[in-house]
């Protein structure tokens, strides 16, 4: 089922690389990808990527993990290193933690396992784009940044979650406190975190939705759209908390929904929570922050941030 498949070509074809050693799962992905209007190729191993990513402006790479030669988190060091402004989303067919972490710590923008779920696919690449596509706004003054906070609460209706998660962790980066790669992962860790107070928290949907044969995303985007429109929902406030020094980041992030148990939460490390197709932006989100807390009602969470060494 291919209901998340955005069919909307856009204007300038965006460039993906699709890198693994199973051409039938290159052949797939470029099949769905074309559809949706982008422009693909492939490699059938870490060597032919590289060799292809030097040669050309890319707009994503879509890697497995497990290759023969050159790995997939080999191929993920190397990108990083010479492009880091280049997102790179992994795949895994063995979802180990030991694989998902390093992925993520080494720079990956987000994973997804096999059996390939297009749904999934289509949602995380939605997510990637939506953040890279950003413009950056950094100021000649920027790197004399010595801290700042910000407080903003804002109507459900009119959060716009790529460009406030860009907002947000653009001085990290202005102030040294991240590289560059560690700085998008950051970003995406915010937007998950965003689109859960929106989501499951102002608009009370449901996750699982998303995945559920009768309807799927369609469903899923359906009841959303109706709830943005629906003043009892999208009335509903998400404020949010920053503070950054050139030793740490701190943010709060609270909707008005019921909150949730968040003691109830399944292991995010366990094996069985990360092949599940939701759920993922939580195992996320502790992965790139030093520090996750929630409220005792579970409708606001604070992230600890403390600075990289470069």
Known sequence: MLSSLNTTKPAVPLHFLIVDDNPTITRLIELQMGKAGYCCDTAANGEEALQKI?????????????????????????IKRKKPHLPVLII?????????????????????????RFDEVFETINKVLDIYKQKKAIHASAKYLIQEARHFAIPTSELYVSDLATYLTEPLEQISLVDT???KSVTMAIYETLTNAVEHGNLELDSSLKFNKNG???????????????????????????????????????DEGAGFDYTALVNPTSEDCIEKPHGRGIFLIQQIFDEVRFNH??????????KKNL
């Open 297 to 306: 009602s579970g409708n606001s969470i604070s992230l600890v941030l403390r």
């Open 181 to 183: 790669a560690c700085r």
């Open 92 to 116: 895994t067919g063995h979802a180990t933690i030991e694989n998902a972490v390093k992925a993520l710590r080494l720079g990956a923008i987000n994973f997804i396992t096999k059996p390939i």
């Open 216 to 254: 799927g995303m369609a469903a899923f985007k359906t009841i959303k759209e109706q709830r943005m429109h629906d003043p009892a929902f999208a009335s509903r406030k998400v404020t949010i908390q920053s503070a950054i020094t050139a030793a740490m980041a701190q943010f709060t992030i609270a």
């Open 54 to 78: 030097n040669k050309n402006n890319f707009d994503l790479v879509i890697s497995d993990i497990s290759m023969p030669g050159i790995s997939g988190l080999e191929l993920l060091t190397s």
